[in-house]
């Protein structure tokens, strides 16, 4: 499975960014997909995941009510819509591909996916 994500940029708090991951090698389709994050010196962080067919997503706390995710499988490609940004989402952004077909779950284990993208920065200024 191959993933690359795009989209990444400088913006301003406040601001608003839309990334995209465009995916191949697989039935997109059949697999849940999810973004992750990481902050220089801090450990990689769940964002938010969506279930193969669309219709179940979830979200860390911190990202809940300014972050969508979403995914059209006519194109193999998730997205991560981000409003209201803030200093603290500052971070390489990492689509990533579940390791099972047809699995889902709303906590956001990093054990769930086995792929990932190379990322994408998100830099947000104060």
């Known amino acids: 499975v191959q993933l690359q994500a795009s989209g990444g940029g400088l913006v301003q708090a406040g601001g608003s960014l839309r990334l995209s991951c465009a995916a191949s090698?697989?039935?997109?389709?059949?697999?849940?997909m999810g973004w992750f994050r990481q902050a220089s010196g801090k450990e990689r962080e769940f964002v938010a995941g969506?279930?193969?067919?669309?219709?179940?997503?979830t979200y860390v706390d911190s990202v809940k009510g300014r972050f969508t995710i979403s995914r059209d499988n006519t194109k193999n490609a998730i997205y991560l819509q981000m409003n209201s940004l803030k200093p603290e989402d500052t971070a390489v952004y990492y689509c990533?591909?579940?390791?099972?077909?047809?699995?889902?779950?709303?906590?956001?284990?990093?054990?769930?996916?086995?792929?990932w993208g190379q990322g994408t920065l998100v830099t947000v200024s104060s």
């Open positions: 090698g697989r039935s997109f389709s059949d697999y849940g």
């Open positions: 969506i279930s193969w067919d669309g219709f179940r997503t």
């Open positions: 990533a591909a579940y390791r099972l077909a047809r699995n889902f779950n709303f906590d956001g284990r990093s054990d769930d996916y086995a792929h």
